[in-house]
């Protein structure tokens, strides 16, 4: 009685013993590896008339399943591995002494039934209900009142609708992960991930500092080591400015359950109870295992310009420049964005409302923090823009400001200045833009015209006297009888030596 009541106490504390094995690689050797096992007869417990009693295989309790037939008496038997998607063993893990008793039919049970004796009974018979396939003339409702038949009944239709028995194997739905932006949560992450297992079983993924695990199935956010239990849909994240450019592997993980239940049946003859019992039995399972490529290193870049070409300036002169800033690598994110610029040289003046910030479409940047001190300006992206994607993306900043020339030191000088732009997770970038303010021309004397050489007129040859004309001799006048006729021969006369003397001039002066 002493023995008894000590594998009570054990089994009532929910530690079994295990079937040792040598070499398991796995369930299915185990099973096949059913061997011999020593039946030992406990003492007996008492319900409505009747006894069953205790039995023990290799010291794990186990049950008569044949209520109508002999009790096998101790020794050694082979046994038969019962597969655990039947009944039978699903039955033996959630009745008295299995494993999931405590988690589903203890807390499902009436009161009364609930003490040792009772509760070892009632899963007597619900083995033997289940044993005969669900038969309503089974030996296991001999000599039950309607009351604890009800309760056999109830028991089994509670035991087919529980989740099946769990395994150890547990894993992921993926292995290799690489984060991506999420600009709506302002963080990086992974995909959701799904934890491929028994519900009842959970596995325990380290975190490194800055990491986040978020269980959408839970709707938890846990860092640290997190637990995760089969069938949860969860995710990894990090702020977008840590980690960049690294790498976390979680390395093998395992299962809570590094066990598997294993029922045996004892068939001892044909006149002999069939005695079956369940355990846990250490097997070896594949590890699981996660990694996450984090976001890459982002790199930033400028581009400063001076409105002029040529970049020549005069005193009084107002000088516009444009910034461009850029993140130039694909798939990263440059966190907090700061843009400052210096004036380098003295005499002139930064135009304090003229700076301003601009995004990739050239609108103004409303939520922009601007500050000018004397010749500097520092602006602050804002949340609108607190993140910086890369230029494939088509994200970038412009800034533009004015300055004004304004003292004569500068004559002659070249102006400097420089942009400086940094963010949280980027190392810092440069730019110099310089431009020369021209020396006035100093003004000429007016210059006398020179005396421009008057053209010698051509000499005009003047005409040779002609030798006065000898006196003419008055002809006798001809008696024609018509004065008309008379008059037009002397016109005609004096027009012909008028002809003749003015050929005669032209040709003395082309001579």
Request: aromatic content about 8%; some cysteine; charged content about 25%.
């Amino acid at each position: 009685m002493k023995h008894v009541a000590r594998q009570w106490r054990l089994l009532a504390s929910g530690l079994f013993l295990m079937l040792i094995f040598r070499a398991l690689p796995g369930l299915e050797e185990a099973e096949a590896r059913a061997a011999s096992v020593s039946l030992v007869q406990g003492e007996a417990v008492y319900y409505q008339g009747y006894s069953t009693h205790y039995y023990y295989i290799d010291g794990v309790l186990g049950y008569c399943l044949e209520p109508g037939k002999t009790p096998p008496s101790d020794g050694s038997y082979d046994s038969q591995v019962i597969d655990n998607s039947e009944l039978l063993s699903k039955a033996m893990y959630y009745v008295y002494g299995g494993p999931g008793y405590e988690t589903h039919m203890k807390p499902a049970l009436p009161e009364a039934w609930r003490s040792e004796a009772n509760v070892y009974c009632l899963s007597h018979c619900v083995l033997s209900y289940v044993y005969d396939n669900l038969s309503g003339d089974s030996d296991a409702f001999i000599g039950l009142n309607e009351e604890m038949k009800n309760q056999v009944i109830q028991c089994a239709a509670w035991i087919r609708a529980w989740p099946a028995i769990p395994a150890p194997d547990i894993s992921f739905s993926g292995t290799e992960f690489k984060s991506w932006f999420d600009r709506e949560g302002k963080q990086q992450r992974t995909d959701e991930i799904t934890c491929i297992g028994d519900a009842d079983n959970s596995i325990t993924i380290p975190l490194p500092e800055g990491v986040w695990l978020v269980n959408a199935t839970k709707g938890t956010k846990k860092s640290g080591k997190v637990q995760v239990m089969g069938g949860d849909r969860f995710y990894l994240s990090a702020d977008a400015g840590t980690l960049n450019g690294e790498r976390y592997e979680s390395g093998a993980l395992y299962g809570s359950r590094r066990q598997a239940w294993r029922t045996l049946v004892i068939r001892p003859g044909s006149n002999g109870q069939n005695i079956g019992g369940g355990s846990l039995i250490t097997v070896e399972t594949a590890p699981a295992s996660l990694a996450v490529t984090w976001l890459p290193r982002p790199e930033l870049d400028t581009d400063k310009q001076a409105d002029k070409t040529g970049k020549s300036y005069k005193l009084g002169d107002i000088v516009t420049y444009t910034i461009e800033v850029t993140q130039r690598i694909q798939g990263a994110v440059a966190k907090n964005v700061v843009i400052s610029d210096t004036i380098l040289t003295e005499g002139v003046k930064l135009q304090k409302n003229s700076v301003v910030l601009l995004d990739a479409q050239q609108r103004a940047v409303s939520d922009a923090m601007i500050t000018v001190e004397g010749n500097t300006y520092t602006i602050r992206s804002g949340e609108s823009l607190e993140f910086l994607q890369s230029v494939e993306r088509g994200e970038k900043f412009f800034v533009e400001y004015q300055i004004a020339i304004t003292d004569a030191s500068v004559i002659g000088r070249e102006i400097e200045n420089e942009v400086i732009v940094r963010a949280d997770n980027a190392d810092e970038v440069r730019d110099r833009e310089i431009v020369k303010v021209e020396e006035p021309e100093t003004p000429k004397e007016p210059e006398e015209p020179e005396e421009v050489p008057k053209e010698e007129e051509p000499e005009i040859e003047e005409p040779e006297e002609e030798p006065a004309p000898k006196p003419a001799v008055k002809a006798e006048a001809v008696k024609t009888g018509d004065e008309e006729n008379l008059m037009v021969l002397i016109l005609l006369l004096i027009l012909s030596c008028t002809a003749i003397t003015a050929c005669g001039k032209i040709a003395r002066k082309t001579k």
